[in-house]
């Protein structure tokens, strides 16, 4: 992969790039149709994950939620419908929703009514090709008894209504993704606020609540995230490392609060997942899996969420995979989707049995990923932070134990918290380790830094990859120079270039696909 690709500069125009890349690569990954459903789709072996296909064709599953009787819905953007899957039997319904658009948020209220988010621009309905000026939001409330739809229009023109989220009273709060306002509506008085966000053209997009019921949001486009308090109506912004290239984040997405207070934030422009202290200001970047070459630069980890036991999820939408990182093991498990190379997985969502459930939107499926699963592979160094120059070797022991045999070989690999892959080294001797017994491998990895690496504080993950799972070990690494360099600033490959670079290629290897499948996606489109 070459590097040394060109910076964009207008980097307010960088998510509408990620979502536009995510609408080439849907058009390159129709799945194929089936003749009967709901059917379980067939899987490489061992797999964790169970995927369900979607009975309309393309409907483009996105927003996803789990009621409290465990029944899964979720948001079929093409298709305007509001799809239900009942896990226990296996059975999908599907509501004709009344109105067109792009369906990005979803939740269920204590009453168990459906709220979801709705934007219409332009007549075109596919996720990501919808986000122009010139469009309607609204809030939408659908009454699972009777079956009815109601439509609360938002108040701004050309606002983008995005993610939604409810609060302890029962109102909805939402983001407004073009209208940068954050907007509430409250079902009792049936009264609307929007509150407007102090940055400009910020981007909003996810949201959630902390404990003491401040509203946090991402804003994607400003690289930074923002804090409401609903009671003095007053608004705090952070920025995410833009005063420091090791920590910098491109564009923060789906975010979730930990019992700490720290504030985790997936980063749609990069290969991590990211901590955000809000008392010290500091950042911590936790590298996922870089995908093939041949499939996607990085991982683009789009959403993410914490469960009851401090585990924090996350959907890695170029990565083609749902994983977790556990902080207190300081340990990484990833659970690639086998329908590939690239689902197009965006949103996950958290049953009350504690499973995780996702969508796909270019394969038009749902899948679960059962929270008894059992990982028979761990990997883990006695090395949980280090401190090293640019012209420094260091030996890292490691550790592989197999609880139960896997097949085949698996592949040691490593990951950088950076835009730069290159900027760590790491070799494994031996590199591919039997997994087809029971046992405890004690080995070693050798660790270099390029001098083109700019000094501050990574993460090194290091860990096994395989076909079924990827475990990882994070270490703490503090990069110092140790002498003047002559290389250009590698943070010139910064992600808005990884992104239009990708955008290209994807274009180009759909102009020597067949027209076939793009004019009957455009047809079905309009």
């Known amino acids: 992969m070459d590097l040394r690709l060109e910076q964009v500069n207008n980097r307010h125009e960088l998510l509408c790039v990620l979502l536009v890349v995510a609408a080439v690569i849907a058009t390159l990954r129709l799945p194929p149709s089936v003749s009967s459903y709901p059917a379980l789709l067939q899987t490489r072996e061992p797999s964790y994950i169970q995927e369900f296909h979607v009975p309309t064709p393309y409907s483009a599953p996105l927003a996803v939620t789990v009621d409290e009787k465990g029944e899964v819905w979720f948001t079929e953007s093409n298709a305007s419908k509001l799809g239900m899957f009942d896990p226990v039997n296996q059975t999908f319904k599907e509501f004709q929703v009344p109105w067109i658009g792009d369906m990005w948020g979803i939740a269920v209220d204590p009453r168990g009514a459906i709220w979801f988010t709705q934007y ?15 469009g309607s ?6 009454d699972v008894a009777t079956g009815n739809f109601a439509s609360i229009p938002v108040p701004t023109n050309s606002s983008f209504p995005m993610r939604l989220r409810l609060d302890q009273a029962g109102r909805v709060w939402f983001t407004e993704f073009l209208g940068n306002k954050i907007g509430m509506y409250d079902p009792s008085s049936k009264l609307m606020r929007e509150y407007q966000i102090l940055t400009n053209s910020s981007g909003a997009t996810d949201l959630t609540f902390d404990s003491h019921g401040n509203l946090w949001f991402s804003e994607s486009y400003a690289r930074q995230l923002g804090e409401f308090n609903p009671q003095n109506q007053n608004f705090t912004e952070y920025p995410l490392g833009a005063e420091t290239a090791s920590q910098i984040v491109s564009s923060p997405v789906g975010l979730a ?14 290969n991590w997942i990211v901590k955000f202290d809000p008392a010290t200001l500091a950042i911590v970047k936790y590298p996922t899996h870089f995908p093939p070459e041949d499939v996607y630069p990085i991982s683009l980890v789009n959403d993410l969420l914490i469960d009851s036991k401090g585990r924090v999820w996350f959907a890695e939408h170029g990565g083609n ?9 300081r340990s990484m498990v990833e659970f690639p989707i086998p329908t590939g190379p690239i689902s197009t997985v965006l949103w996950i969502a958290l049953a009350p049995d504690g499973n995780i459930w996702f969508t796909e939107w270019s394969a038009n499926n749902i899948g679960v990923i059962k929270s008894d699963s059992t990982v028979p ?9 280090l401190v090293t ?17 896997m097949s085949g070989n698996g592949t040691f690999s490593y990951a ?3 835009y730069n892959p290159f900027d760590a080294s790491v070799t494994f001797e031996p590199k591919y380790p039997r997994l087809t017994g029971s046992t405890v491998i004690s080995t070693q990895a050798q660790l270099s830094i390029s001098t083109a690496a700019k000094p501050g504080n990574y993460t090194l993950a290091i860990g096994i990859e395989t076909k079924s799972v990827n475990v990882w070990s994070m270490i703490s690494v503090e990069v110092s120079s140790s002498h003047p360099s002559n290389t250009a600033p590698v943070f010139e490959l910064t992600i808005i270039g990884v992104a239009v670079a990708a955008a290209s290629l994807l274009i180009l290897q759909l102009r020597r696909r067949s027209h076939r499948t793009f004019e009957r996606i455009s047809n079905f489109a309009s």
């Open 137 to 142: 939001g609204r809030i939408v409330r659908f």
């Open 257 to 270: 609060v930990d019992k700490e207070g720290n504030v985790w934030v997936a980063d749609h422009g990069g």
């Open 389 to 405: 120059s640019t012209d420094e070797r260091i030996t890292i022991p490691l550790q592989m134990k197999i609880s139960e045999a």
């Open 120 to 134: 219409s621009g332009k007549g075109n309905v596919n996720p990501g090709g919808s986000i122009v000026a010139g």
């Open 377 to 385: 592979l761990f990997i883990s160094t006695s090395t949980n932070s």
């Open 416 to 418: 950088w918290g950076s």
């Open 321 to 329: 995979s749902v994983g977790y990182y556990d902080p207190e093991a």
